[in-house]
């Protein structure tokens, strides 16, 4: 006779607290197959023009595909790249064609066996695509071809720059310290950035190891690990001089990227903080962040600063861009599709939305927005694109080398200790 | 006293009498209790008790969610989390709005709830005005305060109004405060619910014992304090033990609010389970198993011992 009173006590305790551990649980899509070959297609648009875009990409496709059916949604970035892709991947019903992320991500993917190699079947493409498939590649084979690739630079706010009397834009990083205390002086908050989720902070450093370090020690130390280069300890004490000249907005550490007016990107687009640094991508979000909804005219952009006295190369850039890769079950009709997203019609077609820069060549003179163009002439002129750090290490690095570097610019930590997250992140692998 | 308690069922299951049954009718006894209890057990199993093992399994490997389970590394998870200093503040995050929940929202809710008891004008409207935080979503309610107390917001320019602008504050971008301040949202937001369960409680406190107090010149503050306070104690437990376990797992507000920071000021288990475990589902596993390990332990003894008596007399009327 055990104690019932118990055992419901327990269960009852049990299920209470168990409800945290089940939030681990995954969903998979079902996949119909009945005759008719069809195709599932998931990308991170979830706005016009870009998603009405796809959409129409995919209805274009079953024209000229009978028999062939393309269901096409698109997610948010985060939900898509964390959860929901990689649930479906481990349950192995996953989507035909999908977002797939640069550097480490595509890395994992291709490694665990989840990713067609279209090395051969699409080497026309590759071939037309030139060097930004680089990032896509795992041991020398395409795992996954970029639509999209941009490099970061400043967004600013050209009104309040010449307010306060600058009338270029810095080139180099006593020029920028120049530009942000005579903002301060106009009554500015010179530098807009979200260090609530981190990432937008950490590309700080992220610039500064581009300065402090050459091109051969990133070429060579991102891939295997090793930070022992004492230019990885300088690129903080380079983020900490700067931060110690307070060039960010009030309660920078509380502050978003991306959500809202009070975001970083929304003090941007309201005048609220001169300049933002950013991705390709920030003219769409400071555009949705206006009250009329519209990029405003003030903005411009201005490549990162080049840092006197250090190793770097100041001709090299930090940039990223997104990807579809096909599923290794999937039927073949998914790498035609993938073929029709990649050609110079689509890609033309993708750089008048101005959502993006495209990676086709013959696209390029498609893109009418000026400061994407800056963009695009400013990747061109680059002598080598590093991918974004953290993408570049892998998805196991992100937070903790992310929390480090806010931590310093928080005064909380030291420029060794983001080498040392560096390490022992690399360590637990 | 409670010794007496406790074992009550027992004596009461002992000598059973009832009578000897037909094996027909225990077949179908046992087929009624499959029948309806069968559903929600295989739900129960499936959707709780699994992936708890599951979750157990995966900490026990270097895993990043995409390939076979295959690098074993026994605790290596655990020690890895419990070094970690972002975790172990995390840990003290949560105990310190577990403590301050009770300390702080407890007395407050039994005080309201006693004001709110009396006859008055208008107690209707007080009442469902203090529950309007808990009904709304989390979300909406902790965007609500991140706008409000954005250095940019409406607080700080409400102070600046009244003359208090040396007051204003980055309030969640501070990290000397932001856990207190976070602290405040929460209490916004849960006393609501704290105040009706004691309400509903004080409706269990019988009138006579007052009335008596009255009679024999008691204050209304002593009748509170000796006689409605002590009876409405196994509402203040259940209360309790709801505020400790829901402070343990807290997780929405402040993904929504602060996502843990400034440098880990409002982190607590949960975020932190999220945030670190990203790309790496073997070690988010193990912190999972630690957060569910501290919650048992906190609710078996919980239960054990500030609960036993009112479980104990629970289980009697069950029998």
């Keep these: 006779m055990m104690n019932k009173t118990r055992i419901i006590r327990v269960s009852a305790i049990a299920a209470a607290t168990a409800l945290t551990i089940g939030g681990l649980a995954a969903c998979s899509p079902a996949e119909s197959n009945d005759g008719d070959v069809t195709i599932t297609w998931w990308h991170n648009a979830t706005a016009d023009p870009q998603k009405a875009l796809w959409e129409e990409v995919a209805a274009e496709f079953e024209d000229d595909h009978p028999g062939v059916s393309v269901e096409v949604t698109g997610y948010q970035n985060e939900d898509l790249q964390r959860t929901l892709i990689p649930n479906a991947l481990a349950s192995g019903d996953a989507p035909d064609i999908f977002m797939v992320w640069p550097g480490g991500e595509v890395r994992s993917q291709a490694e665990a066996g989840h990713l067609k190699d279209l090395t051969s079947v699409l080497s026309d493409t590759i071939a037309e695509l030139g060097a930004t498939v680089n990032p896509w590649q795992v041991d020398g084979k395409q795992y996954a071809l970029p639509y999209t690739f941009g490099i970061e630079g400043f967004w600013y706010n050209t009104e309040l720059f010449s307010e306060a009397g600058i009338s270029t834009p810095p080139t180099t990083l006593p020029e920028l310290e120049d530009a942000v205390s005579k903002l301060k002086a106009a009554g500015t908050a010179p530098i807009a950035v979200g260090a609530a989720d981190l990432w937008p902070a950490a590309h700080w450093w992220y610039q500064f190891a581009l300065a402090a370090c050459s091109t051969d020690t990133l070429k060579s130390a991102i891939p295997a690990l090793d930070f022992s280069d004492p230019c990885w300890v300088e690129a903080g004490e380079l983020l900490k001089d700067f931060v110690d000249t307070e060039p960010f907005q009030d309660g920078f550490l509380a502050t978003t990227g991306q959500q809202g007016a009070d975001s970083s990107a929304g003090l941007v687009a309201n005048g609220n903080a001169a300049m933002e640094l950013m991705g390709h991508w920030n003219a769409g979000q400071i555009g949705s962040l206006t009250p009329d909804q519209t990029v405003p005219e003030f903005l411009g952009w201005f490549p990162f600063v080049s840092v006197p006295g250090t190793a770097g190369d100041p001709t090299i850039t930090m940039g990223g861009g997104d990807g579809f890769g096909v599923y290794k079950d999937a039927p073949d009709e998914a790498v035609e599709l993938l073929k029709y997203i990649m050609s110079e019609d689509v890609q033309k077609r993708f750089a008048a939305t101005g959502a993006g820069i495209p990676t086709h060549p013959g696209a390029i003179d498609s893109v009418t927005d000026p400061n994407l163009k800056l963009i695009a002439e400013g990747l061109a002129e680059s002598s080598y694109v590093q991918l974004w750090l953290d993408s570049d290490l892998g998805p196991t690095f992100g937070t903790p080398l992310n929390q480090a570097i806010v931590n310093l610019m928080a005064g909380q930590g030291t420029p060794e200790d983001i080498v040392k997250t560096l390490e022992d992140t690399a360590a637990a692998l | ?319």
């Design chain 2, 1 to 319: 006293m409670s010794a007496i308690t406790q074992e009550g069922p027992a004596v009461i299951a002992g000598p059973s009498p009832a009578p000897r049954r037909p094996a027909k009718r225990d077949s179908r006894k046992w087929l009624e209790i499959g029948l309806l209890a069968g559903p929600a057990l295989i739900v129960f199993v499936g959707f709780v008790i699994l992936p708890v093992v599951l979750a157990a399994v995966y900490s026990f490997f270097n895993w990043n969610g995409l390939t076979p389970l295959e690098r074993f590394i026994g605790f290596d998870n655990y020690v890895r989390a419990f070094n970690d200093p972002v975790f172990t503040k995390a840990i003290g995050n949560n105990f310190i709005i577990a403590g301050a929940s009770i300390l702080i929202q407890g007395p407050l809710a039994i005080l309201v709830a006693l004001l709110l008891n009396r006859r008055m004008r208008g107690r209707t409207l007080v009442r469902a005005a203090i529950f309007v935080p808990y009904v709304l979503a989390e979300v909406i309610a902790g965007l609500s305060w991140k706008l409000l107390l954005s250095p940019r917001g409406g607080v700080n320019a409400a102070l600046e109004a009244v003359g208090l602008g040396d007051l204003t504050q980055p309030w969640l971008a501070n990290p000397e405060i932001a856990l207190w301040v976070m602290f405040g949202i929460l209490t916004w937001k849960y006393l609501g619910l704290a105040i009706l369960l004691m309400l509903a409680g004080l409706q269990g406190v019988p009138q006579e014992l007052s009335e008596a107090a009255a009679i024999d010149g008691a204050g209304w503050w002593q009748t509170q304090w000796n006689i409605t306070v002590p009876l409405l104690g196994p509402t203040i437990r259940i209360w309790a033990f709801l505020s400790i376990i829901g402070s343990l797992q807290l997780f929405d507000m402040v993904w929504v609010t602060t996502k843990g920071g400034p440098i880990g000021a409002t982190n607590t288990m949960a975020v932190y389970m999220i945030q670190y475990g990203q790309g790496q589902p073997g070690f988010g596993s193990a912190v999972a198993v630690i957060l569910f390990f501290i919650s048992l332990v906190i609710a078996l003894f919980y239960q054990r011992y500030a609960m036993r008596r009112d479980l104990g007399s629970n289980a009697g009327r069950d029998e």
